[in-house]
T-cell receptor, first 115, second 113 residues
């Protein structure tokens, strides 16, 4: 069955370190998204991609970067981790064709703690 | 920019009763999608129900139904015959074509036995 996975599921890191969160989907979806979830804020968009070599900034992109070298993967990098980036991170993917339901499929989330 | 507002941070309902969660949104588009997602303690985001804006008929999925008022930009979720397993965070979300989802801040639903 097609799925979307994230790794690691839990991560503790120190302030200033570079961290990369992995996202892998086997739906063959063109569109991929990264969100962060914080209490009182719901889910907020960090970065997204509509296909290979395409990346776009979202609402809260400062301090994060992504790259899309193939259809299946969209890794999220925290260049220099800060305590404000302690959060739960969700990856999602969806079809891009007009006429689809545009439903997004979510990964299980990664809980990141920056100490 | 599109916004989604959930005005009820917390709600509670007695088991077997009915509860309605509110959601309003702001958009200048006419063709879009609205969603309700459930997030149980496992953190997994689960799609509950979906509404296409060009359809006047309200979507229904078993015990879950919506009241979609396009002119008022309102999209409420009704849960009938509430069960203990319905306890979760519920997020309302908006999407125009294949752009990213815009989420509300969520409503935490408790179910009382």
């Amino acid at each position: 069955d097609a799925e979307i996975t994230q790794s690691p599921r839990h991560k503790i890191t120190e302030t200033g370190r570079q961290v990369t969160l992995a996202c892998h989907q086997t739906w063959n979806h063109n569109n991929m998204f990264w969100y962060r979830q914080d209490l009182g804020h719901g889910l907020r968009l960090i970065h997204y991609s509509y296909g290979v070599q395409d990346t776009n900034k979202g609402e809260v992109s400062d301090g994060y970067s992504v790259s899309r070298s193939n259809t299946e993967d969209l890794p999220l990098t925290l260049e220099s981790a800060a305590s404000s980036q302690t959060s739960v991170y969700f990856c999602a993917s969806s079809e891009g064709q007009r006429g689809s339901s545009y439903e997004q499929y979510f990964g299980p989330g990664t809980r990141l703690t920056v100490t | 920019a599109q916004t989604v507002t959930q005005s009820q941070p917390e709600m509670s309902v007695q088991e077997a009763e009915t509860v309605t969660l509110s959601c309003t949104y702001d958009t200048s588009e006419s063709d879009y999608y609205l969603f309700w997602y459930k997030q149980p303690p496992s953190r997994q985001m689960i799609l509950v129900i979906r509404q296409e804006a060009y359809k006047q008929q309200n979507a229904t999925e078993n015990r879950f139904s919506v009241n979609f008022q396009k002119a008022a930009k309102s999209f409420s979720l009704k849960i009938s015959d509430s069960q203990l397993g319905d306890a979760a965070m519920y997020f309302c979300a908006y999407r125009f074509r294949d752009t990213p989802l815009v989420f509300g801040k969520g409503t935490r639903l408790s179910v009382i036995a």
